[in-house]
């Protein structure tokens, strides 16, 4: 089969065999933002078409591609739910070259019952359900990070954190952008934002010490970014994890990310389990191998 | 005397008597960064000259004018510090048609040691101490909030919080700001977003909730910038009120923004009492008559 996981910036597609080892792969800059007049027929086409040619049928898309700005709109299915109630809801696509089907995302409600959603993050998560045990968490960091509770192989709830999203609206809209100069991004800086987001005074008291240490010499203006950037990601790892320590947190996404998620989560009592970005293809190798094919 | 609050955006000038009493009033929108060529001399002349002319000649000036992208820059004096303090360290200026002075800013640490700086908003606070009693809390709602600290008339310590800058930064910058509409700004989201402050998960996550909430249809699109708004003076006032209820807070500033602090105040357990921006005029008369003036 083919996997896809479509999102709003890039197309990333998997070749994947029966046994669920990847045959092989194409990634693109060809997110739904990129996709000109919704031409999402031939914009797949045109990336899976060899894969086609050499006999493949089955195409299952997962991510944005599935929301209303995308090609179809897949609605939300209910939490709790596993690869098993997913692939029961997957969405058909006309395409004229191969069966294509679409992974709906997931809606639940916090603690507090507020309403959430999710598109692309659940099959990254059903891709490592092997390592997890029967009552796991995982954390996909990102523009809209994603906590995630999994019980028995089934998604229970998850809430959305706006941390990359506000970063970068710190970062590129507000004064604190103005004193910061290009530096690396982890380091002792960013553990020393982990650290302070421990104090008293909250976040938007935090986040303007990226602005008064530079002026009272304190932090170099090549490390506010970090610093910035482990303040935001420290209130998050503490809001999300568990009060008791000793959690261990399957972190999922891209090399750079979860490389610093799993600093501020050890600095805040849990155990980071790093996953890679293939996460994707196994979870769409697990929903289309219960998804009923023509 | 002549005081004049002269920030970054705006500058407001009052003649003030002897005996405290504003006699005339001029609001420009005259602040550092709409004059040219850095002419703060002929500025100031152009605004107050009538007043000059009539026989002023000791101008006091508050606020940004004081800062290294201001007229001339006025050290930070150091927390303790009281109007008599400041009057001692007033930093003069050459000015052809009168005596002018600056207030410096002050500086202080928040519990942890990080940095704090302020200027323009010790000369608010030293104009209503008047109405404080020997210790006092004061709010100064804005871009870069400040809460401030005070005892027997002195600024002891205060905090920033960048609540109105994350917030014009989250609407104008990020997905939230898309889903929503012109609305009224206070009222029942407003509210709503204070008490969602309270919850477990954190800012990161509450602020989601102006977008998830919409798509699931249970927040109005002209209500979503009234509920973030809650939701963030709701952090920023739970993170900077004492633990136990019944505190009263001096919120000080533009009436807008202090009927949505004193509410958000109300609702987290404390007790506001509001003060209007007059209180520039009357702490710069204050420590003006401390002043040794030529």
Not at 6 to 27: E, K, L, N, Q
Not at 28 to 43: E, I, K, Q, S, Y
Not at 200 to 223: K, N, W, Y
Request: with cysteine.
């Amino acid at each position: 089969m083919i996997g896809v996981d479509w999102g709003t910036t890039s197309f990333r597609a998997f070749r994947i065999a029966r046994d669920g080892t990847i045959r092989d792969r194409r990634v693109a800059l060809r997110g739904l933002l990129n996709v000109p007049d919704n031409r999402f027929a031939d914009t797949l086409r045109e990336e899976i078409g060899p894969w086609l040619a050499a006999g493949e049928q089955h195409v299952l898309l997962a991510g944005m591609i599935g929301s209303r700005q995308g090609w179809k709109e897949a609605p939300y299915l209910s939490c709790p739910a596993g690869a098993r109630e997913v692939a029961d809801c997957l969405v058909d696509i006309e395409f004229d070259w191969g069966q294509v089907k679409l992974v709906p995302g997931l809606s639940a409600a916090d603690e507090a019952g507020v309403a959430e959603v999710m598109r692309g993050e659940e099959t990254q998560v059903f891709g490592v359900l092997g390592a997890m045990g029967h009552s796991a968490l995982a954390c996909l960091p990102g523009t809209h990070s994603k906590w995630v509770k999994v019980e028995h192989g089934r998604i229970i709830r998850f809430t959305t954190h706006m941390t990359g999203e506000t970063f970068g609206a710190l970062c590129g809209h507000t004064i604190l952008g103005r004193m910061m100069r290009e530096g690396p991004a982890g380091g002792e800086p960013f553990d020393e934002g982990v650290r302070r987001s421990r104090d008293p005074g909250g976040l938007l008291h935090h986040i303007f010490g990226a602005r008064s240490l530079v002026l009272a010499g304190q932090l170099a203006e090549t490390d506010a970014q970090a610093y910035l950037s482990g303040i935001l990601i420290g209130h998050e790892v503490r809001a999300a994890l568990p009060a008791e320590p000793g959690q261990v947190v399957h972190t999922i996404g891209a090399p750079e990310l979860t490389v610093l998620y799993a600093r501020a989560i050890s600095a805040c009592g849990g155990y980071p389990e790093r996953h890679d970005g293939e996460a994707a293809a196994r979870g769409l190798a697990l929903i289309g191998g219960h998804a009923t094919w023509r």
